[in-house]
């Protein structure tokens, strides 16, 4: 089946810096999603796109949709202790189906 | 806003029981799907609806079941439990209207099977 991968498996940063995560894959996906996950908790929607090469922020969070459609990437800026959690990227295909990455572990040093 | 509801939140079972994970929506959305995650892992999708009455496979269906007589149900049965199955199960829904749609996950059931 088709995989993405995503890297790094965690990251360990003092407070303020900031975090570059990416997944790439071999197969084409129509939409590319950001999720983040709290211990304990579901997924939650961070960014959605929807079409190569845009470039997308909410708030200090900004991603990109690769022009090839095999890949993207997240940043967030001046990171704080609440950014801790596990960061999932997925690629949606037809009929909505969405393929996860192996997640990003990302821990704040005060 | 209820969102998505998953219950139970916790469930222990012994190899070879059955039981039924379920799941409710109140958005009104068509699509929904149960996903598996394994600890240290991304979600797995194991079946999905586009609608009432459709249901169709993912990408790890053996060993599960489900249903979707309502827009608002979408349960997960086991039926004969096994320890592979030991995992934490999502729910999630998305809305109407063509493919861009994103998911909206509950905070899931924690399974073990011993």
């Known amino acids: 089946g088709q995989q993405l991968n995503q890297s790094p498996q965690s990251m360990f940063i003092q407070e303020g810096e900031d975090v570059s995560m990416n997944c790439t894959s071999s197969?084409?996906?129509?939409?590319w999603l950001w999720y983040k996950q709290d211990p304990g908790e579901g997924p939650v929607l961070l960014i959605a796109?929807?079409?190569?090469?845009e470039l997308t922020s909410n708030g200090r969070l900004t991603a990109q949709f690769g022009i090839t459609r095999k890949d993207s990437f997240l940043n967030i800026s001046a990171s704080i202790p609440s950014d801790v959690g596990i960061y999932f990227c997925a690629g949606q295909l037809g009929a909505q189906k969405l393929v996860f990455g192996q997640g990003t572990r990302l821990t704040i040093n005060p | 806003n209820a969102g998505v509801t998953q219950t139970p939140k916790f469930r222990i079972l012994k190899i070879g029981q059955s039981m039924t994970l379920q799941c409710a929506q109140d958005?009104?959305?068509?699509?929904m799907y149960w996903y598996r995650q394994d600890p240290g892992m991304g979600l797995k999708l194991i079946y999905y609806?586009?609608?009432?009455?459709?249901?169709d496979k993912g990408e790890v269906p053996n060993g599960y079941n489900v249903s979707r007589s309502t827009t608002e149900d979408f349960p997960l049965r086991l039926e004969l439990a096994a320890p592979s199955q030991t995992s934490v199960y999502f729910c999630a829904t998305s809305g109407r209207g063509g493919s861009n749609q994103p998911q909206h996950f509950g905070d899931g059931t924690r399974l073990s099977i011993l």
């Open positions: 609806s586009v609608g009432a009455g459709i249901t």
């Open positions: 958005m009104n959305h068509n699509y």
């Open positions: 796109l929807y079409k190569a090469g």
């Open positions: 197969s084409i996906f129509n939409t």
